[in-house]
């Protein structure tokens, strides 16, 4: 069987079963030009040669093709829209390739005279290869065109809940300038200050307590594995139990001022009722007896 592109007349031998008997779309190698071919292509052939050659019968010959042409286009089943859509931007790309080809082609070599062009033959297994790969394109264009749409709606998703630079760094610059004290005013700053150096210096002798401290619980296990300190640590440790005397002996007389002021605070002194004078007369000594 003879494929005839009808854009740029190049011809095809291709077996007989390439074509099913509905008819399927063919495309041209050389100008990528898409068209519909029934089973039976001899017929228009034998159609248009007479034509060539008898200019009276041109009108009737192009009507039965026109009519075949149509018989084809109605017997052709209807494209998936994905499908037509991604075969129109397939043809507009490659119509603008050519386009672009043919306009280099044409600025440097204006002075000098345009070649004919030459119908490269085309094998039959080229042309079965070529089919059999459009075949597998239309299978797999819905999928393609079902992932893309997933792929796309995905897309939108992440973009609409992952959120802009914009929004990070004016978050962030909000952020800085309030832990700054940037939008307080100078009393409200000399507080904060002050309450700083407070916590500063409460923290600071905390841990110069805990520094002095440590040392005195842990004197045996110092002077065991540091035996050249013993009479250093025997000092500080008989100073430490003195500040311990001491500091006990501090604390029980500000409990005794304590327990005496509320003591006094609980329980007030009534004043004294006068009541009749008594007098007390001692007893006589009893008399010696006389001799």
Known sequence: MRLICPKCNAQY???SDAIPAGGRD?????????????????????VVA???????AAPAAQSRVVTQ???????????????????????AREQAAAEAKVAEQTQPAAETPAEPRRNDPV???ETRRRISMMAEEDTHAPAAVAAAATGAVSDDTNMRTVPSIDEINQQLRTRSQ??????LTDAEQQEVVQRRGFRRGFSFMLILIALAIAPYIFADQIVAKFPQVAEPMAAYIEVMDN??????????????LIAEYTGSAAEPTEPAVPGPAVESTAPAAPAAPSE
């Open 123 to 125: 094998t039959a297994e």
């Open 13 to 15: 031998d291709v077996s």
């Open 50 to 56: 007479p034509a060539a050659h008898t200019p009276t």
């Open 243 to 256: 500040l311990r005397l001491w500091l006990n002996d501090q604390f029980q007389t500000l409990r005794g």
């Open 178 to 183: 309030s832990g700054d004290g940037a939008n």
């Open 69 to 91: 042409v149509e018989n084809a286009v109605t017997k052709r089943k209807p494209l998936d829209s994905s499908i037509a859509d991604i075969l129109r931007q397939e043809a």
């Open 26 to 46: 063919v495309q041209c190698s050389s100008c990528s030009h898409t068209w519909f071919q029934t089973e039976k292509p001899a017929e228009a052939a034998s």
